[in-house]
């Protein structure tokens, strides 16, 4: 018998090699009393020794050509004697002999049908910046196979890697970014046969598929999420895909918690998937997440609400407290501006999407920067108005100003006289100055309109021909003229009423207005809100 020492020379040719190795396992066969190589070679796999010599693989001195030729003799010998079925039980052997794995089941008979069924063990994460979710999933396939019929009662479970033995279905995950069967400690597949020749074919996998979501009503929103199985070669003459049980063929979704989510609805569809190269059969799971909100309303919109309302305190701050105000107002702008940047962090940078909870932080960042105008308005109107006597100097100015429009309108007027007659009961409330300007035009104008009267009288008679023209040709009458000057003083009322309104006599009337109006403005518009998205 040959040592470990024989072999670690290189004097003899390869083929020579492979014959003595050869010879050295079946001496080594029948010095353990093992009739076949393939056992002698399992045992001495399990007890981690080299073959030839019988000793530890760390204490074996072969080269690395003897140690390549080995183990390739070691994987021929045990293929070989896996395919002729040696180490297979009788019922196997039956069952594997003429059997091809390449051809499916019903080859010439038209498709095999294959039922599926899942099993949601998790929903680990839910990502709306990635737009998937990862899922660990046990995926069942039964279909039936006429060559593996036998007799008996009882169904035959078999070590998962013996499916490469067997013909399976080419089952795919369409949206799967991602995907691992797990193999800790073994990889977790189920084989098992029963009498019948039907196969069930179970697996754990992990994967990550997408999902478009609508993040429109964020976070107010629902999402539907599919989960879609395919086959990826045959066709549906060839194979064809059906749930198990109906929409009872996916379980694990009622007893399922997630952080965020609640499962609302599931049910399943199937349908056929057209491409180029044919039709496909297709099953759809569907199942819709509603958002829980309670996390949101407490991280976003209490702490926006808050600040619009602490913007709201320099309103009964007074106004010649400039530090004060200035602080509160830029300080909750700050805050605000924080806030919306904290609240954008979980979600898409480059998002098409205008969410909910964008208008809400806009409408608050809206109400504190009105705050903070407000006091530039009201501090404005203060350094304007510094004492008590800023009301009478609006009337004078109101009152200049009106009769410097009133001097314009009556030179340019062709009957002042009608102008003073119909609106000099305006001119009463106005001091004496105003009255007499307003007096002296008019009878300055009256003066004018006699001399052009009888300049036009003498015109008329040294001149025969012109006298039936002008007899023909009526004047302005007075009732013409006092559409005119009516429509003007019209006019004048509106523009003094709007500088009126816009004018503001006390400027702590501004504090006064803000402390009702901007609380009843933010409720009306949070009512607005929230009807909308969660109504429609």
């Given at each position: 018998?040959?040592?470990?020492?024989?072999?670690?020379?290189?004097?003899?040719?390869?083929?020579?090699?492979?014959?003595?190795?050869?010879?050295?396992?079946?001496?080594?066969?029948?010095?353990?009393?093992?009739?076949?190589?393939?056992?002698?070679?399992?045992?001495?796999?399990?007890?981690?020794?080299?073959?030839?010599?019988?000793?530890?693989?760390?204490?074996?001195?072969?080269?690395?050509?003897?140690?390549?030729?080995?183990?390739?003799?070691?994987?021929?010998?045990?293929?070989?004697?896996?395919?002729?079925?040696?180490i297979l039980p009788p019922t196997?052997?039956?069952?594997?002999?003429?059997?091809?794995?390449?051809?499916?089941?019903?080859?010439?008979?038209?498709?095999?049908?294959?039922?599926?069924?899942?099993?949601?063990?998790?929903?680990?994460?839910?990502?709306?910046?990635?737009?998937?979710?990862?899922?660990?999933?046990?995926?069942?396939?039964?279909?039936?196979?006429?060559?593996?019929?036998?007799?008996?009662?009882?169904?035959?479970?078999?070590?998962?890697?013996?499916?490469?033995?067997?013909?399976?279905?080419?089952?795919?995950?369409?949206?799967?970014?991602?995907?691992?069967?797990?193999?800790?400690?073994?990889?977790?597949?189920?084989?098992?046969?029963?009498?019948?020749?039907?196969?069930?074919?179970?697996?754990?996998?992990?994967?990550?598929?997408?999902?478009?979501?609508?993040l429109t009503k964020y976070p107010?929103?629902?999402?539907?999420?599919?989960?879609?199985?395919?086959?990826?070669?045959?066709?549906?003459?060839?194979?064809?895909?059906?749930?198990?049980?109906?929409?009872?063929?996916?379980?694990?979704?009622?007893?399922?918690?997630?952080?965020?989510?609640?499962?609302?609805?599931?049910?399943?569809?199937?349908?056929?998937?057209?491409?180029?190269?044919?039709?496909?059969?297709?099953?759809?799971?569907?199942?819709?997440?509603?958002?829980?909100?309670?996390?949101?309303?407490?991280?976003?919109?209490?702490?926006?609400?808050?600040?619009?309302?602490?913007?709201?305190?320099?309103?009964?701050?007074?106004?010649?407290?400039?530090?004060?105000?200035?602080?509160?107002?830029?300080?909750?702008?700050?805050?605000?501006?924080?806030?919306?940047?904290?609240?954008?962090?979980?979600?898409?940078?480059?998002?098409?999407?205008?969410?909910?909870?964008?208008?809400?932080?806009?409408?608050?960042?809206?109400?504190?920067?009105?705050?903070?105008?407000?006091?530039?308005?009201?501090?404005?109107?203060?350094?304007?108005?510094?004492?008590?006597?800023?009301?009478?100097?609006?009337?004078?100015?109101?009152?200049?100003?009106?009769?410097?429009?009133?001097?314009?309108?009556?030179?340019?007027?062709?009957?002042?006289?009608?102008?003073?007659?119909?609106?000099?009961?305006?001119?009463?409330?106005?001091?004496?100055?105003?009255?007499?300007?307003?007096?002296?035009?008019?009878?300055?104008?009256?003066?004018?309109?006699?001399?052009?009267?009888?300049?036009?009288?003498?015109?008329?008679?040294?001149?025969?021909?012109?006298?039936?023209?002008?007899?023909?040709?009526?004047?302005?009458?007075?009732?013409?003229?006092?559409?005119?000057?009516?429509?003007?003083?019209?006019?004048?009322?509106?523009?003094?009423?709007?500088?009126?309104?816009?004018?503001?006599?006390?400027?702590?009337?501004?504090?006064?207005?803000?402390?009702?109006?901007?609380?009843?403005?933010?409720?009306?518009?949070?009512?607005?809100?929230?009807?909308?998205?969660?109504?429609?």
């Amino acid at each position: 018998m040959f040592s470990g020492s024989d072999y670690t020379s290189n004097k003899h040719p390869f083929q020579s090699d492979r014959n003595l190795i050869l010879i050295e396992l079946r001496s080594r066969c029948l010095h353990e009393g093992l009739s076949r190589q393939s056992d002698y070679l399992v045992a001495c796999k399990r007890r981690r020794c080299d073959p030839l010599s019988g000793v530890p693989r760390r204490e074996a001195r072969l080269t690395r050509p003897l140690q390549n030729l080995t183990r390739l003799l070691e994987n021929s010998l045990l293929s070989a004697e896996v395919k002729d079925g040696e180490i297979l039980p009788p019922t196997i052997q039956k069952l594997m002999k003429g059997y091809n794995k390449y051809l499916r089941p019903f080859f010439d008979n038209g498709p095999v049908t294959v039922g599926m069924s899942l099993d949601i063990a998790s929903i680990d994460t839910i990502s709306e910046i990635n737009m998937d979710y990862t899922a660990t999933i046990f995926l069942r396939q039964r279909w039936t196979d006429e060559r593996l019929v036998f007799e008996g009662n009882k169904s035959l479970s078999l070590d998962g890697r013996l499916v490469e033995l067997l013909w399976v279905p080419d089952t795919f995950i369409v949206d799967s970014k991602k995907s691992f069967l797990h193999d800790i400690t073994v990889e977790n597949r189920l084989i098992r046969i029963f009498p019948n020749g039907t196969v069930l074919y179970a697996l754990r996998i992990t994967t990550t598929v997408a999902c478009n979501m609508d993040l429109t009503k964020y976070p107010m929103d629902k999402q539907t999420c599919t989960l879609q199985l395919e086959s990826w070669g045959y066709n549906v003459n060839d194979v064809m895909f059906n749930w198990a049980r109906g929409n009872e063929s996916v379980s694990g979704l009622d007893t399922l918690r997630l952080a965020q989510y609640t499962v609302e609805d599931h049910y399943t569809s199937a349908s056929e998937a057209v491409y180029e190269t044919g039709n496909y059969p297709r099953l759809i799971f569907h199942f819709e997440l509603k958002r829980s909100i309670l996390y949101f309303i407490l991280e976003t919109y209490v702490p926006s609400s808050l600040l619009v309302v602490l913007s709201w305190v320099s309103f009964w701050i007074s106004q010649s407290s400039v530090p004060a105000r200035i602080c509160i107002g830029v300080t909750t702008v700050l805050t605000m501006t924080t806030l919306m940047m904290g609240a954008r962090t979980s979600l898409p940078n480059a998002n098409c999407f205008i969410k909910a909870i964008d208008v809400y932080l806009g409408i608050c960042f809206s109400f504190i920067f009105g705050a903070l105008i407000e006091y530039a308005v009201a501090h404005f109107c203060t350094l304007h108005h510094p004492d008590c006597n800023s009301a009478l100097m609006v009337r004078d100015g109101q009152r200049t100003a009106f009769i410097i429009i009133i001097i314009i309108i009556t030179l340019c007027s062709s009957s002042s006289s009608v102008v003073f007659s119909v609106y000099g009961h305006h001119m009463h409330d106005c001091e004496e100055e105003m009255n007499g300007i307003v007096r002296t035009i008019a009878s300055n104008s009256s003066r004018a309109k006699r001399r052009r009267d009888s300049v036009s009288v003498s015109t008329g008679a040294g001149e025969p021909g012109l006298g039936p023209a002008s007899e023909d040709k009526p004047a302005e009458g007075p009732p013409e003229a006092f559409s005119r000057c009516a429509k003007n003083m019209s006019i004048l009322r509106k523009i003094l009423r709007s500088i009126n309104c816009c004018h503001v006599e006390n400027p702590h009337y501004i504090d006064n207005y803000s402390r009702l109006t901007f609380p009843l403005s933010f409720v009306f518009v949070n009512l607005l809100y929230w009807t909308y998205y969660l109504y429609f």
